[in-house]
């Protein structure tokens, strides 16, 4: 038989059992929408804890060791949002005759308010402003020094030895303990050193890939030390990558039963049909005739389908992404979510194509079950019992 | 022409041995037709399916042109039965999702007869079971009679050899079933094709040139 024919019956027959091939396609195009949005969700979610992450301070790449003469506007490379240059010293803060350790960062403040969102974490009082005599302070250091805002402070290298008296404009917390402890801000100006190492932290375009911006850095300045998120944040990195197990997981699950669902209905349809299949035998239609008879009926089907459900998928996508999910209330205590607990689903290769991929896999797959039965049957046998 | 050789077939079932053709020899010839008759039980549907090739015999030999017929494998059982047979069976013939002009196409694109020729053939088909007009409608609008003339029609539509039908007018009244069959006598006369009918219907079995009697299996009269 020609291929061309059978694909005229498979195509006659879906048409004209439209009631039955509608019930079988809700089947594959729920699951195919369904998926795409909870993988596109899944990414949605990843992006948004290292969004989160890294846009509370560090950046998708912090530079440090920068040798002091080198322009960092070279690091300005394709593919960067933003670079933002930090100089650093260890400082002794003290009143009253408290001592206290600090590591003091100076900072653009404005360039920093663009970039970062530690100054949205201030309990108390407000982020620092260009050139003004401030420090923003972490809120376990203004505890142990009783300090609160308007407040001041002397800093030095040693007890006694004043450089600078600073007044506590803000204080803040965030939860995370690498930011959460000993560390303390002033604007540029009132960095009591000429001094200091540099820096720096690199915001990425979306889309824009880690690993080789860093490689470029590296060629760059090769004295610098830059590493990516995914080396100083590890534990988020195998949380994305658990995610992203967990998805496919997921995915071949729910295939693996709709494949049962589409090969145990399209069993039952053929059950329903038998005698047309033993008519067909009687005509002298081969067993691979047959078997490319069903597998191109449930072919079409999952291919039609699963269109249709990527279509549903990616709109559905596409409206939340617009308005993003609000997850605040789950999100909340998380560190991963520190600044925001709104997501927007992502498509992405990975959340578009795998669904449809495998419905349209183990939709064949589920072909092999009714066509093994059906070529085994003897036409006499179906002719006498149906 | 074809030849059925010491031909035997046994069932076993919940009743126990159940013979269903019991040395059974015969041979038809090209262009003739005949009627298998029978009490119900007596095995006309199981000789009618083991010449068909649906069934294969316990013992003995059917020749088809010379060739064994039981000895073929799948894919030759295959292309014996798309090529040389047809069958009409009592009731639901067609395929429900084809309509009546498709159905009549199935042997012949089976056949590899396509293009104008398969239009003809078609049409005149048709024309000749006196279903002009019903090419687009679907088996399911069809009556009982109608859907057994498609069927006929179908049965011949590749100018097979051997035609063989089962109780084919046991679901009509009876003077449909006699048009019927007066057609396809003629038109296998024409044809030459050989007409094998299994029936209880007394009126078809007078107008056939030979009617072969089975009781239990076993040839009774021969004439
Ligand atoms: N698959 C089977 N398993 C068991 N017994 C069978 C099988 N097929 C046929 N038989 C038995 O073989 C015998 C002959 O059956 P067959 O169908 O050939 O009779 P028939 O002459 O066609 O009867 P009817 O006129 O009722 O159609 C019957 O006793 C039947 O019960
Ligand atoms: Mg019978």
């Excluded at chain 1, 912090?62 to 949002?81: F, M």
């Excluded at chain 1, 670079?83 to 260890?90: A, E, P, S, Y």
């Excluded at chain 1, 005759?97 to 403040?109: C, Q, R, S, T």
């Excluded at chain 1, 419905?359 to 002719?383: C, E, M, Q, T």
């Amino acid at each position: 038989m020609r291929l061309r024919y059978i694909l005229k019956l498979s195509f006659l027959h879906l048409v004209r059992s439209w009631r039955s091939t509608i019930v079988l396609s809700v089947m594959v195009i729920s699951a195919v929408a369904s998926l795409i949005f909870l993988a596109s969700l899944a990414i949605g979610t990843n992006d948004a804890m290292i969004r989160n992450s890294i846009g509370l301070f560090s950046g998708h790449i912090s530079g440090s060791d920068i040798p002091p003469r080198i322009d960092t506007e070279i690091l300005a490379v394709q593919g960067v949002e933003h670079v933002l240059v930090r100089r650093q010293q260890r400082f002794l803060l003290w009143t009253d005759g408290i001592f206290e350790p600090v590591l003091l960062m100076a900072v653009n403040p404005l360039q920093e308010q663009q970039s970062t969102a530690l100054w949205k974490k201030t309990v108390a009082g407000r982020y620092l402003q260009p050139g003004e005599d401030g420090i923003y302070l972490n809120q376990e250091t203004a505890a142990r020094l009783h300090l609160s805002v308007g407040g001041w402070v002397h800093l030095g290298t040693f007890p006694g030895d004043i450089l600078k008296t600073l007044t506590v404009v803000g204080i803040y917390r965030t939860g995370i303990s690498q930011l959460d402890q000993g560390l303390a801000f002033c604007p540029n100006e009132a960095f009591p050193s000429a001094e200091g190492l540099i820096t720096t932290a690199s915001f990425l375009q979306e889309g824009s890939s880690t690993d080789e911006i860093e490689q470029h850095y590296k060629r760059l300045i090769p004295s610098g030390k830059f590493r990516a998120w995914t080396e100083f944040m590890p534990d988020l990195k195998q949380l994305i990558d658990l995610n992203f197990v967990c998805m496919a997981i997921v995915m071949i699950l729910v295939f693996a039963l709709v494949s049962v669902g589409i090969s145990c209905a399209f069993l039952i349809f053929t059950l329903k049909n038998l005698r047309e299949h033993g008519i067909m035998k009687t005509m002298g239609i081969m067993p691979v005739d047959s078997t490319l008879f069903l597998i191109c009926q449930i072919g079409m089907l999952t291919l039609c389908a699963a269109t249709v459900g990527m279509v549903a998928g990616v709109f559905a996508v596409i409206l939340f992404a617009k308005v993003g999910i609000d997850l605040t209330s789950l999100t909340s205590h998380n560190q991963y979510f520190v600044v925001s607990g709104v997501i927007y689903p992502r498509l992405t290769a990975v959340s578009l194509l795998p669904p449809p991929v495998l419905a349209i896999i183990f939709g064949l797959a589920a072909a092999l079950w009714p066509s093994l039965y059906i070529n085994r049957k003897s036409p006499a046998d179906i002719l006498r019992t149906v | 022409m074809i030849e059925i050789l010491n031909v035997s077939k046994n069932y076993t079932s919940g009743r126990g041995h159940i013979t269903a053709l019991a040395d059974i020899s015969l041979s038809f010839e090209k262009g003739q037709s005949s009627v298998l008759a029978g009490k119900s039980g007596s095995g006309k549907t199981t000789l009618l399916n083991c010449i068909g090739a649906l069934e294969k015999p316990d013992n003995g030999k059917i020749l088809c042109n010379g060739r064994d017929i039981c000895t073929f494998n799948q894919k030759q059982r295959a292309l014996f039965q798309r090529r040389e047979i047809g069958f009409v069976f009592q009731a639901a013939n067609l395929l429900p999702w084809l309509t009546v002009a498709e159905n009549l196409q199935f042997p012949l694109e089976m056949n590899g007869i396509r293009g104008k020729e398969q239009t003809r053939r078609i049409s005149g088909l048709l024309a000749t079971f006196g279903l002009a007009g019903y090419d687009t409608a679907m088996p399911g609008e069809l009556s009982g009679g109608e859907a057994q003339r498609v069927a006929f029609a179908r049965a011949i539509a590749h100018k097979p050899a051997l035609l063989l039908a089962d109780e084919p007018t046991a679901s009509l009244d009876s003077a449909t079933g006699y048009q019927l069959i007066q057609l396809m006598l003629s038109l296998c006369a024409d044809q030459r094709t050989t007409l094998i009918i299994a029936t209880h219907d007394i009126e078809l079995i007078e107008m056939t040139d030979r009617k072969i009697y089975l009781k239990d299996g076993h040839l009774e009269t021969k004439i």
